[in-house]
């Protein structure tokens, strides 16, 4: 089987950095994604980890040790918009299943 | 227009209705997939689909059954819906390489009285 967790909450001030943090079981492990879902809307894809270490894109920055199997998503210089739910999910049974964590709520406050 | 749409968007039926939900797709993806959002409980993974000729049980798959028409059409249907299959379901497509991107449609919301 295949589980995931992540803390279900977090709340910082704008301008903060904020990390979440996701471990993972799975078999045949292929890598780790992170998405996005603001309220009533879909996820959108954030960043996606094969490899170990960390990925940057733009504000956002995510990280995998595989031998750990652990993550983290980065965000820096928080902003109002980034107050939603982050997941993190994995490719599982090489590649053939993909899943997702609980979720993380983001909250940021002025 | 969306790449994956995904009909109805809201859906109010009664108990022991048989109930689909379609999702059709233009981004050329073979990887089809649906799942069921309930609060707290993040998306979980109902049935999958790699092609026409191939369907798998995710980690939730009682009481529902897809059916992969085409290429790009992938349905979901609750043969007897019951109230605790009130939730928010999405479809999602990738390509066959290990992006790790998935793109959803924007949600059918079902509610079973």
């Known amino acids: 089987g295949q589980s995931l967790e992540q803390p279900s909450e977090v709340t910082a001030v704008e301008g903060a950095i904020v990390q979440i943090n996701c471990t993972y079981q799975t078999s045949g492990f292929y890598g780790l994604s992170w998405y996005q879902q603001h309220d009533g809307g879909a996820p959108t894809f954030l960043s996606y980890?094969?490899?170990?270490g960390l990925e940057e894109t733009g504000r956002f920055s995510s990280f995998l040790s595989r031998s750990d199997s652990y993550g983290y998503l980065l965000l820096q210089e928080l902003q109002m918009k980034d107050s939603a739910s982050y997941f993190c999910a994995v490719d599982d049974n090489y590649g053939q299943n993909f899943v997702f964590g609980p979720g993380t709520r983001l909250s940021v406050l002025p | 227009d969306a790449d994956v749409t995904q009909t109805p968007r809201n859906r109010i039926t009664k108990t022991g209705k048989r109930i689909m939900l379609e999702c059709s797709q233009t981004k050329g993806h073979d990887r089809m997939y649906w799942y069921r959002q309930d609060p707290g409980l993040g998306l979980r993974l109902i049935y999958y689909s790699f092609d026409v000729k191939d369907i798998n049980k995710g980690e939730i798959s009682d009481g529902y059954s897809v059916s992969r028409q085409a290429q790009a059409k992938f349905s979901l249907s609750l043969e007897s819906a019951i109230p605790n299959q009130t939730a928010l379901y999405f479809c999602?497509?990738?390509?066959?390489?290990?992006?790790?991107?998935?793109?959803f449609g924007e949600g059918s919301r079902l509610t079973v009285l």
């Open positions: 980890n094969a490899l170990d």
């Open positions: 999602a497509t990738r390509t066959g390489e290990n992006t790790g991107e998935l793109f």
